[in-house]
Each structure stands twice: as C-alpha cells, then as structure tokens.
C-alpha cells in the first residue's frame, strides 16, 4: 500500500512483522547464499577459460540474480515506513481505509 511520495519515492506501509521478515531474508541471502555462489563462482572460475567455461557462466548469471534479489529486498526496507499503531495486516488496512 502506497502513502505517500517524496522526491521521487514512495513509500510503503508495512506491518512489524513483514519488516523483520524482510530483513531476515536479507540476512540469509548476504550470509548463506551469496558466500555459496561465492564458492562455485571461484571454483568455475579455476577451471581456466571463462568464455568456454559453461560452469563459469552459469554461476555468474545465479550471482548476479542474487545481487538482483538483494538489491530489492534492500529497495523495500529503505521505502517502507511501520505505522505508529499496533499493526497486525487487518489493523494496517483498518489504518490506511480510516485516512
């Protein structure tokens, strides 16, 4: 739910407990995935000629979707506001309908 727009962004209602969500996906993504397509990546890369290196190519097209996942997992926490009020889903939407 879109409230409001400011210099270009908008910002984005969000209750707790998607925010904590979203940061915890975060955490696993920066810390479990990407130190894992980090690993392959390195490994494809030993194996010699990266243009003929299908192993290579294919773990850089996995790191640069992650790159792309995380990326926007950062966009939604830095556009999202948690309302004042005590918000569970229904009491977001109770919120937004009452403005």
Known sequence: MKIKQEHGVKTNLITREG???LQQ???HLWNVK???V???VSWAASLGDRSENAD???ANTIMSLLRLI???VLYWQKT???PPCQCTRSALHHHVLSR
Request: hydrophobic share 30%; proline share 5%; charged share 25%.
């Open 70 to 72: 995380i990326n926007n």
């Open 19 to 21: 925010y904590l969500q």
């Open 34 to 36: 990407r130190p894992e």
């Open 80 to 82: 999202s506001l948690i």
């Open 25 to 27: 996906e975060h955490d």
């Open 38 to 40: 980090t690993k392959i």
């Open 56 to 58: 290579w190519n294919s």
